[in-house]
């Protein structure tokens, strides 16, 4: 039995705590909570123990606190930090090294340069036993997740017959349970986007990927616009839907309006969350030109990551087998049946 602390209880450590407490391989030692809010009472009510930095125990009065963030990582074999983006490194540096305990981060640290928090971008689909030696592996984010699902399926299949992928990031402005960031009435974009480079790290550096990004205003799902070239004639669309049948975690749906359209379906059948984990192939939108596939999809946002998360934990803590640690994800996520209820409700017709 191996035990977990989830450093930080917001829209991913929040998720990653209450589904990994279902596993019967680890025990979830508790959770970190950096301000008193609600969020406090939730965790306790789930049977989570709560610590809390040292130098703010004071501001914890009102609370049943279990100790402080640095006894739990006492007692702890590996540190899922789910802290707010951009600590990473301070927590690597302060808190697990000194420990010498693993982590794994999340989407919005660095991976280069002075303060990277580790080498290597997980995947699961790509580089799933890459890390069965690290100590330090981050995960990546929804949209960089979502886009190895894509990627690899089709390099897998056809090689050095594309040429390049060439996508466009809509992205999501916030969480729909951020309520503190304001969805602004703006379209902006990210120069220099970091989701090319973190693709790369795990796809190979040679990936013929070129992106850009923008943030649009809604809080429902992130959509991709990705025209892949060939250096010939491009596949059908049949084929290309074909690729990706049985794919865990791509579903292929018709018909559906929006990104609301399928986060409200996932309500109506008692979603965790209302995340459907996976990603969304919009098939009627599929189009063929010449040498061109234009395929759009709709990426989970945060839920996307928190199965990945499950994989890698596997992986960092007992090196499973990868078709075991998949098997043991689908006993807590259910994302095969996820994937038929979606498929049936928004079917060709």
Known sequence: ?????????????????QFIAGDSDIEVLGVAKYSPDDKVNDAISRGF???????????????????????????????????PAGTGYTNKKNLYEPKNIKAIF?????????KAIADLIFNSRVNYEHAFDKKYVMQGSCNVTGMGRILQPLKEKYGKKIKR?????????????????E??????????????DDVKNYMGKDTPLFLRAFKVPTRQMHVHLMDIRFNETAPTSSEILDLYKNEYGVATLYNAKGTKD???????????????????????????????????????????VIPENHLLMQAMLFKK???????????LFHMEEKKKLLEEHFSKK
């Open 1 to 17: 039995m191996k035990r977990v602390f989830v450093n930080g209880y917001g829209s991913i450590g929040g998720r990653i705590a």
């Open 49 to 83: 123990g709560v610590y809390v930095p040292k130098n703010k125990v004071e501001q914890f009065k009102n609370f049943r606190i279990a100790g402080t963030i640095e006894e739990a990582l006492e007692k702890c074999d590996l540190v899922i930090d789910a802290a």
């Open 106 to 114: 999340q989407g919005g640290e660095k991976v280069t340069g002075d």
């Open 165 to 181: 992928f060439d996508a466009t990031l809509l992205r999501r402005w916030a969480d729909l349970e951020d309520s503190k960031t």
């Open 183 to 196: 969805v602004k009435d703006s379209i902006e974009w990210t120069h220099n986007p970091h989701h090319n």
């Open 262 to 304: 399928i986060r409200d379906f996932a309500e109506t059948i008692k979603f965790s969350f209302k995340d459907t984990n996976m990603i969304h192939i919009h098939a009627d939108l599929i189009e063929i030109q010449d040498d061109v596939v234009k395929l759009t999809y709709s990426d989970d946002q945060t839920g996307i």
């Open 321 to 331: 087998k990868r078709e075991d640690a998949f098997k043991h994800t689908e006993e």
